[in-house]
Structure formats: C-alpha cells, structure tokens
C-alpha cells in the first residue's frame, strides 16, 4: 500500500512563503516521476509542478514560474514545492501525485496525497 503525505500547508499573507512536503511510505517511489496540483474552490485540479525523479528535469505552469520551486530528497523518498511570493489566487488545496512519467496532467500520475489546504490572505 503505497501512501504519500502532504504536509506545510496553512494560511498566510501576500507575499509570504510556505514549503510544502510530500513523504512516500508504504513502499519506495524513487523510480516515480512527483508532481503537485492544485484545486482551488469551484475550479478543476491543475498542474502546478513536476519532476523526474531520476535526472531532477523540472516543469512549472506559467503561473508560478519564478516563485515555486519543486525539489526532491531521494533518501527520504520526499519532494518539496518550495513557495515564495504568495498571492491570494494561489489558494487551493495542494496535491502530490507520483507516476511512472513524468507530465502536467493528472491523468499521468497513479498515486496521491490527500492535499494541504493553502490560504494566501491580501
């Protein structure tokens, strides 16, 4: 049973920063690709971030280039959306995803985390 946990949500103010964390346990995703998304209230889920686990490539959606960086620890089996310049659209419940590739729609990843709520206030 393979489980990842989100952690490192909460509420914070414009321009402040979070670093979200997404464990794997269960048994080991090191070979998956991670990613996050995110669904903000009355929206669909989108893609935010993503990363080859085994050469580290990145992506961003536009939206958040600049100011999120994504990361992983492959001791810990962990990956990090790290959070900087909050706005208020950037409120949502967070998500990991782990897939076998990597890519930018939920439908390429088989296993997530339950989500973090984030709060950007203005």
């Known amino acids: 049973q393979v489980q990842l946990v989100e952690s490192g949500g909460g509420l914070v103010q414009a321009g402040d920063s979070l670093r979200l964390s997404c464990a794997a346990s269960g048994r080991t995703l090191r070979s998956y690709a991670r990613g996050w998304f995110r669904q903000a209230p009355g929206k669909e889920r989108e893609f935010v971030a993503a990363i080859g686990w085994s050469d580290g490539s990145t992506f961003y959606t536009d939206s958040v280039k600049g100011r999120f960086t994504i990361s992983r620890d492959s001791v810990k089996d962990t990956v990090y959306l790290q959070m900087n310049s909050l706005k208020p659209e950037d409120t949502a419940v967070y998500y990991c995803?782990?897939?076998?590739?990597?890519?930018?729609?939920?439908?390429?990843?088989?296993?997530w985390g339950q989500g973090t709520q984030v709060t950007v206030s203005s």
């Open positions: 995803a782990a897939g076998i590739v990597i890519g930018r729609t939920s439908g390429e990843y088989s296993y």
